[in-house]
Each structure stands twice: as C-alpha cells, then as structure tokens.
T-cell receptor
C-alpha cells in the first residue's frame, strides 16, 4: 500500500533534549512538508522540500531542522531551541509544490516534559 | 502574505445541511482547497475549486467566488461521522509555494 508513515504515534521527551521525528513516503512524491498543529489552530508550515538535498523554511522554522537525503524520507528534528515543542506534528507530500492536493501522514504527538 | 478566515465552530443536526464559509486574502490566487480532519487523525483532501461555481462530490459540495474572495463547503444529509474539523487552504503568493491553511472550523453533528 502506498502512503506516508510517521513514527512513533506518541513521543515523550525531557525538556532540553533534541528529538527527531521520522516521515517516510512510498508515493514517489518529490515534495514533502512538515506542519505543526496546536489545539484550535490550523496547520502551520515548518519546512518543506521540493527535491532531494533541498529544503526551504516555512512560517515557523525557528528551533527546527530537517534533511532530505533521500526522496522517500524527510526527518524533522525538534531542537532544544524550540520554546514550546509540545504539539501534533504532521508530515505531508505531493508530486510537486504547485499542486493543491496534499497527502498527510498519521502524525506524531510530541510531549515535552 | 495570505490569510484565511473561517468560523471556529459550527453545530448542526443529523440529516440537515450545513455551510462552512471561508474568506481569503492572497496576492496571487491558484484555487481554494478543503480538507477534513477527525480528532487525532490526519487531514484528508475533500475538494478543490480553481474557477467560480459549485463543485459537487457526493454529499459534499464546494463553491468559489473569486471576485468576492470567498468560498464555502456545503455538507448535505449530515451524518454523525461528519463531526470533524474542516480547513480551507490556498496556495501561497506564487504558483510554486505551499498551501496556507485556515485555522479550521470544528463541526459538531448532533442527534
């Protein structure tokens, strides 16, 4: 089955620790995205990548980092510099950025204690 | 930049019709999309309007008026499973920028 996987579903970390969220897709999509969602809020773009080895900052990139070494994978690292990291993180992909249909993974709920 | 406004909450009765409005501001327009998200789940694509008018897909329809920078999602024959959050989204200012999402409308369907 084609799709996007994110693991784990729930993640707990201590304050001050970096944590990496994984996102893998087997849809052969070039473009991948990371969004953050807080209660009652929409989806805010953290980073996106249009092709391998290239990525751009979104609206709330501070305190986050990404890499895109393989087409299928777009991991997100939440660093200790992120002031309020507790949130629901969603990964998405589509064939290219100039396409309006995005496909989302199941999300990772990160709680920093 | 871009901004989208939609009501935060809507409540409707099972079997009824509900309309969720979305107004947007963007310097370049490439269409209005709608996504559905159940609690704890992933958003899923519902519909897309690039031109003025109504697009129908089963019980769901979406409308766009580019001159009014306005669109809506119409849900008919509401079912309990339609209780979810609904997001409108537009592409960024150029054709090659990602979607910008509204804050979402939480629809509660009651018996």
């Amino acid at each position: 089955d084609g799709g996007i996987t994110q693991s784990p579903k729930y993640l707990f970390r201590k304050e001050g620790q970096n944590v990496t969220l994984s996102c893998e897709q087997n849809l052969n999509h070039d473009a991948m995205y990371w969004y953050r969602q807080d209660p009652g809020q929409g989806l805010r773009l953290i980073y996106y990548s249009q092709i391998v080895n290239d990525f751009q900052k979104g609206d709330i990139a501070e305190g986050y980092s990404v890499s895109r070494e393989k087409k299928e994978s777009f991991p997100l690292t939440v660093t200790s510099a992120q002031k309020n990291p507790t949130a629901f993180y969603l990964c998405a992909s589509n064939s290219r950025v100039a396409t309006d249909t995005q496909y989302f993974g199941p999300g990772t709920r990160l709680t920093v204690l | 930049g871009q901004s989208l406004e939609q009501p935060s909450e809507v409540t409707a009765v099972e079997g009824a019709i509900v309309q969720i409005n979305c107004t947007y501001q963007t310097s370049g327009f490439y269409g209005l999309s709608w996504y559905q998200q159940h609690d704890g789940g992933a958003p899923t694509f519902l519909s897309y309007n690039a031109l003025d008018g109504l697009e129908e897909t089963g019980r769901f329809s979406s409308f766009l008026s580019r001159s009014d920078s306005y669109g809506y999602l119409l849900l008919q024959e509401l079912q309990m499973k339609d209780s979810a959050s609904y997001f409108c989204a537009v592409r960024g200012n150029s054709g090659n920028t990602p979607l910008v999402f509204g804050k979402g409308t939480r629809l509660s369907v009651i018996a």
